[in-house]
């Protein structure tokens, strides 16, 4: 079993930055970790999940949507199994349950259906 515990969310206004973190735990623990894809996706309010960032294994790979480019920013720590994304120059439309998802042997796809551990996802709020 892979455990995601997300943490970090919360209100803040529009131009200010938050930053999430994804602590893994469970067969995605220890040097496992390294083996998995993680990504962060979102849900807004009457809205479909959708594709946030993705980093690879190694840390060196990372993917971000279109309208995060520039703003966001994946990374992780493999000995710490722990994945972050910054998230800058915060607009009201990036509010939305952010939710850390991991891919054993993935390779930082934008396709949920890749991703077969979640977390319980955090709320993040910007106030326009």
């Known amino acids: 079993q892979v455990l995601l515990v997300e943490s970090g969310g919360g209100l803040v206004q529009a131009g200010g930055s938050l930053r999430l973190s994804c602590t893994a735990s469970?067969?995605?623990?220890?040097?496992?970790?390294?083996?998995?894809?993680m990504a962060w996706f979102r849900q807004a309010p009457g809205k479909e999940q959708e594709f946030v960032a993705a980093?690879?294994?190694?840390?060196?790979?990372?993917v971000y949507a279109d309208s995060v480019k520039g703003r966001f920013t994946i990374s992780r720590d493999n000995a710490e199994n722990s994945v972050t994304l910054q998230m800058n120059s915060l607009r009201f439309e990036d509010t939305a349950i952010y939710y850390c998802?991991?891919?054993?042997?993935?390779?930082?796809?934008?396709?949920?259906?890749?991703?077969?551990?979640w977390g319980q996802g955090t709320q993040v709020t910007v106030s326009s």
């Open positions: 998802a991991a891919d054993l042997y993935g390779m930082g796809s934008d396709d949920k259906s890749h991703y077969n551990d």
């Open positions: 469970g067969r995605a623990s220890g040097r496992a970790f390294r083996n998995y894809a």
């Open positions: 980093s690879l294994g190694s840390g060196v790979g990372k």
